[in-house]
């Protein structure tokens, strides 16, 4: 969006354009390079580091107790019963999942779309990408109640003539979330590599020196390099595009291939990717803001990228309400009493104050995004972020348990209360998140610098001839 | 950013050349002539005119969304702000200024298909109770009529069509409006932001409002066809096959245009090549949603909707079934993998209309199974030849317009920050 209130004179504004700047001004080659290396080649680790990793950790270990206290004990000690056999697993999963999108979405489309702006934050939208599939993996590996059997779900040609059932969407998400899981990795490394050359050029240390080499495999910064791994970014944006989209609609269909009033229905698909994208780039913003503030890279994680996550995520949440409304309408057009008591129920039902609060979560507050100060606050973004996020857990959880509970049948209505365990595990994840997000940020370079160092005026092609910058800058 | 002498300039004439005065006489021509085939046709095949009538459903829905989905889509690129819709903007507003010959074309439709009752059986069978004792409608369609009686009534089909179409036509009339006033205001200072603000701002809105309400329509003229049928992504496989129809025309349009100056300097490879992907991401998606509603639905196998499936796969309908997919999808999909197919005109030219002829292929497999006479009966007789002559008619009026408009106007926007970028040579930005 353009700033036409700001002022016109401000460093940080493109006078061409009146947008904001990708990069702040007076950045060279070198100083790029120094910002974002600096923060790994430290031997000074900041205290506030150290506090936050803490926590994280605190989290994490809470997490260690939860899950072993249910192997030791099995899935009884979750709220799970018949008819709500899933509970906080899946919402869990489905939530962590849908927070990997931004990263695939950042990394993959926003490259074959040529969005530059994206250079900045596509590494830890990746990193983010990660961390979030394996909390989210975690937990149907942890439903299945023996999760040493969990290899069962590949087909293998088992002695005992286990073999999976290809027509249920649970084996489909087996494959889906492990491509993913692949190609995300595979994508994040690569993108990683020149950056890891630099790291290890940089190194004082002969441990840093060893590993960032070892990891570097070998780069050069030839031209060969350079084109083949050009080649291998757009093979691999190629690939991972169909994914943004394929991941969440396999999931979408766990719940719309069954019968069940408020999961049969078509715009599942479409709705779970919008939703999917939607908690993906909150949970960008939610980690990006606080990391420009503490780090001081607010010249390289801008406005502008706020602004723009914030029309994504203004975008990706109208298709949301767009799908709930839907919804509502259809539920009513379809002349199916049971379709309109599901509706019914779940906004005035047991417990319809957990519909309301998605709506407000999802679709009324972030109606604020629409106004361009809102979306330039860094502060209330971040809010807004936590809030959106909040809403998507709900929108799962209002998914799964009021559907469950409330089925075709009223001899098998029942009622979910989460226990201490089930909170502990969903809290520990969030701990594991922070935990690995932690150790990235410290020991990888968290900003692309090779990317960036691309997007300064000085590596622009020019048609006239020029004087080369001097080395350094 | 200039890139000094190395760039081109534009030239003094933006309009759009001569020859399409000439496009649009033989749109006029082949209009005409399509129109007396149905007429003859009408009279020979003794069904009362029900398959003129179901054609003229088909050509309007299929204007519609060449002109609404121009609308559509020209917000979406003031919103994206990308590159690949700035040479297309011109085309697209000519597209949207239609919208009168649309709404004429839709009068049929409301005269004779609801307020007589000749298209929709909820119209037909307001008194559902009677039908039914009389045995013209299931027990299902009488439930759905008396459900639905509260939206599915004439007068509502009426009012719905009229506010849709008044709020379209502001839209279309602002969207124009401005565009040349941001032509006229070129070298005040911070025009460009104002400019862009205020489009930004209208398309936000427009493309939410035009969203819901496309739905709405698409139920009224469609889907109620069938008044049991119900699918939550109805009105989005509409949005998205407007947009699948739209692009292909406007590349069209663009190569066809570039015979002559303006377009010969403005219209460069890279932007030919992004708008291939645009097409290729379209084919995608559309195939994407369609494909995911049959999954969902054929595995549910549910009674209430299984029959809607049914209609259009059993009795000859595979044949046009498997069609479909093959031009929707299958024939797009694989021609658009290639890159150099993209950057050579003539080849891109062949999946764009491919493009457009599956879509109205598309169309005509949604709307003909509604009827009780063709649902898994695909039967070849003088009345199904109405699917081509009627909506070939139709469109061809709607080129004849089209093109007028294309003439009426400069075809490039010369106030655009894109401008100086499309100027340049090829090989900066390659």
């Known amino acids: 969006m353009a700033t036409k209130d700001a002022p016109v004179n401000d460093p940080m504004l493109d006078p061409r354009t009146g947008e904001f700047l990708v990069i702040g001004p007076g950045h060279t080659f070198k100083s790029v390079t120094e910002k974002v290396s600096r923060i790994v080649l430290t031997s000074h ?46 919402i869990n999963f489905v939530w962590w999942i849908g927070i990997g999108h931004a990263g695939t979405l950042i990394s993959a489309i926003l490259l074959l779309f040529k969005q530059g702006w994206r250079n900045s934050i596509n590494r830890f939208a990746e990193a983010m990408t990660i961390f979030a599939v394996i909390c989210a993996g975690m937990f149907p590996l942890i439903h299945v109640g023996r999760p040493w059997l969990g290899y069962w779900l590949f087909p293998y040609p088992s002695t005992m003539n286990y073999w999976p059932q290809f027509r249920s969407p649970l084996l489909w998400d087996v494959f889906a979330v492990s491509t993913y899981a692949t190609i995300s990795v595979v994508f994040w490394y690569i993108g990683l590599i020149p950056d890891l050359g630099t790291m290890r050029d940089r190194a004082q240390s002969k441990f840093g020196q060893f590993t960032f080499g070892m990891l570097a495999l070998g780069w050069r910064g030839s031209v060969r390099h350079w084109v083949r791994y050009e080649t291998a970014s757009i093979l691999l944006a190629g690939l991972a595009t169909p994914l943004v989209l394929s991941v969440h609609t396999v999931i979408s269909f766990d719940f719309a291939v069954a019968l069940l009033p408020g999961w049969h229905t078509t715009i599942f698909p479409p709705y779970f990717v919008a ?144 226990t201490r365990w089930d909170y502990m595990t969903f809290a520990g994840t969030l701990g594991l998140f922070t935990f690995l997000f932690f150790l990235f940020v410290r020991f990888l370079p968290m900003i692309p610098m090779s990317e960036l160092r691309l997007m300064l005026p000085q590596a622009k092609v020019r048609a006239e001839a020029e004087p080369l910058p001097e080395a350094g800058d | ?29 082949a209009g005409v002539a399509f129109l007396v085939v149905a007429v003859i046709l009408g009279f020979l095949s003794g069904d009362h005119w029900n398959h003129f009538l179901r054609g003229w459903l088909h050509g309007f829905v299929t204007c519609f969304g060449f002109c609404f989905g121009g609308m559509l889509l020209l917000m979406t690129q003031y919103l994206s702000g990308g590159k690949w819709g700035y040479i297309i903007q011109r085309p697209l507003e000519a597209m949207t200024r239609t919208w009168p010959l649309v709404f004429l074309m839709f009068l049929p439709v409301g005269i004779f298909g609801a307020s007589m009752g000749r298209l929709y059986i909820w119209a037909k069978y307001a008194d559902w109770s009677t039908a039914l004792k009389n045995h013209l409608i299931t027990n299902e369609q009488a439930h759905a009529i008396r459900w ?16 849709c179409f008044t709020i379209f036509a502001l839209y279309i009339h602002l969207l124009n409006k401005w565009s040349l006033q941001r032509d006229a205001d070129a070298g005040r200072e911070g025009n460009v932001t104002y400019w862009r603000v205020k489009f930004e701002n209208l398309s936000g809105f427009g493309v939410l409002l035009y969203s819901g309400l496309l ?27 407007q947009a699948y129809q739209v692009l292909p025309l406007a590349i069209l349009t663009l190569m066809a245009l570039s015979k002559a100056e303006p377009i010969k300097s403005t219209f460069r490879l890279i932007e030919q090549h ?64 290639s890159s150099d197919l993209k950057r050579i005109q003539s080849r891109l030219a062949v999946v764009c209309y491919i493009m457009i002829f599956a879509r109205i292929w598309d169309v005509f497999w949604l709307i003909e199974p509604n009827f009780r006479d063709a649902a898994r009966n695909l039967h070849l007789s003088v009345g199904i030849l109405e699917y081509i002559a009627v909506p070939g008619a139709l469109i061809a009026f709607w080129m004849a317009a089209y093109f007028a408009e294309l003439r009426k106007r400069p075809v490039i926007a010369t106030n655009d920050p894109h401008l100086a970028e499309i100027l340049e040579q090829e090989y900066v930005h390659a």
């Open chain 2, 215 to 241: 739905f709405l329509l698409v139920i009224y003229w469609v889907m109620s066809l069938d008044p049991t049928w119900y699918s939550t992504v109805y009105g989005f496989q509409f949005l998205v096959g």
């Open chain 2, 274 to 337: 992004d708008m291939g992907k645009l097409c290729f991401a379209f084919v995608m998606l559309n195939m994407y949603l369609a494909f995911g509603a049959f999954l969902i639905i054929w595995s549910g196998n549910s009674p209430e909707e299984i029959p809607w499936y049914l209609d259009r796969i059993r009795g000859g309908w595979g044949v046009v079934a498997t069609l479909d997919v093959i031009f929707h999808w299958l024939l797009p999909f694989t021609l658009l993998l």
């Open chain 1, 275 to 418: 939703g999917a994208i939607y908690s993906g780039f909150a949970m960008v913003i939610t980690l990006a803001i606080p990391i420009r503030k503490f780090y001081h890279l607010e010249d390289l994680i801008t406005l502008r990228h706020i602004d723009n996550m914030g029309k994504v995520m203004l975008t990706t949440g109208l298709i949301v309400a767009y799908g709930y409304s839907t919804e509502v309408f259809m539920a009513w057009y379809s002349a199916s009493r049971w379709e309109w008591f599901m509706m019914w129920n779940r906004m005035f039902g047991a417990i319809g104050w957990s519909y309301w609060v998605l709506i407000t979560c999802n679709i009324a507050l972030p109606q604020l995004m629409w106004i361009r100060k809102f979306r330039l606050h860094a502060g209330l973004m971040f809010l807004m972020s936590l809030i959106v996020n909040t809403g998507m857990w709900f929108e799962r959880f209002v998914i799964v348990v009021t559907s469950l509970t409330r089925d075709y049948l009223p001899s098998s209505w029942g009622t979910y209360r989460a």
């Open chain 2, 148 to 163: 639905k009686a509260l939206m599915l009534n004439t007068k509502a089909f009426w009012i719905a069509t009229i506010v």
């Open chain 1, 45 to 90: 680790t900041p205290l506030g580091w150290f506090f936050g990793f803490l926590i994280a950790s605190g989290f994490t270990g809470m997490l260690l107790v939860a899950v072993t206290w249910l192997f030791l004990k099995g899935v009884g000690i979750w709220a799970i019963t018949i008819p709500v056999a899933w509970g906080f697993a899946i």
């Open chain 2, 1 to 29: 950013m200039a890139h000094g002498n190395n760039a081109k300039s534009l030239p003094a004439d933006l309009s759009a050349p001569a020859f399409v005065d000439i496009w649009r006489t033989r749109a006029l021509i």
